[in-house]
């Protein structure tokens, strides 16, 4: 089983759609990250949280603790949030490691 | 605006060549990683580094070296490329227990 777990692994919806992508992980973090790929590889770090809820645009992601779940939703889905959507979990150790999701593909049809 | 760069997006070599790929930072950042990235598998963590001339062995280590001489640039060394080193390679960096900011990755083939 792997540490941190991602559903759906794809995810297809309409332009306006109320997206959500799952996350569960179940080592100790030190804070859980949401990323973003866009296709031809580049990610971009979306969300570092450890507690509660952060909002950014059309995007929120919230993280509960004692149950070891974070969401992603995006509100308002448009066809250029068609992306690949990476669940990380920041290890509580020395270094900060993340350990990976399997990632979501999203894709939001016009 | 650019914060990590990766020297090359796609590179092809040759089995038996010796690669280097290089990652540089502006950030200032203490921590450095390497990843690779395959269907199926996600992205997966070769070495990292937290300070200058310092390595750990991340989860998939053989095969590959990495250099940190510099606290800007870490660079992740295929010794002897084989066919099963065809990937994409991510650089990140960031503060200890920070927001990890990535490179775009660098297409490796390996013929």
Same mark, same amino acid.
């Given at each position: ?13 309409q ?49 509960n ?46 | 605006?650019? /914060? ?5 997006r =796609?590179? @092809?070599? *040759?089995t038996?060549?010796?690669? +280097? ?5 502006d ?10 990235q ?9 070495y ?8 750990? /062995?991340?989860d998939?280590?053989?095969? =590959?070296? @990495?250099? *940190?001489?510099?606290k800007?640039? +870490? ?23 920070g ?12 013929l």
């Amino acid at each position: 089983k792997n540490e941190v777990e991602q559903s759906p692994q794809n995810l297809t919806a309409q332009e306006g759609e109320f997206i959500t992508i799952n996350c569960s992980y179940s080592v100790g973090i030190s804070a859980l990250h949401w990323l973003q790929q866009h296709p031809g590889g580049g990610i971009v770090s979306l969300f570092m949280l450890s507690s509660g809820k952060k909002k950014h645009g059309r995007l929120i992601a919230t993280i509960n603790i004692q149950e070891k779940h974070s969401s992603l939703h995006i509100t308002a889905s448009h066809p250029r949030d068609s992306a690949v959507y990476i669940c990380a979990a920041g290890i509580i150790q020395g270094a900060q490691k993340l350990v990976f999701g399997q990632g979501t593909r999203l894709t939001i049809n016009p | 605006d650019v /914060k990590v760069t990766q020297s090359s997006r =796609y590179l @092809v070599k *040759r089995t038996g060549e010796k690669v +280097f790929l290089e990652c540089v930072q502006d950030m200032d950042h203490e921590n450095m990683f390497w990843y690779r990235q395959d269907p199926g598998l996600g992205l997966r963590l070769i070495y990292f580094s937290y300070d200058v001339k310092m390595k750990e /062995k991340g989860d998939i280590p053989e095969g =590959y070296s @990495v250099s *940190r001489e510099k606290k800007e640039r +870490f660079s992740l060394i295929l010794e002897s490329a084989s066919t099963n080193q065809t990937s994409m390679y991510l650089c990140a960096s960031s503060y200890p227990r920070g927001r990890g900011d990535f490179g775009a990755g660098t297409r490796l083939s390996v013929l």
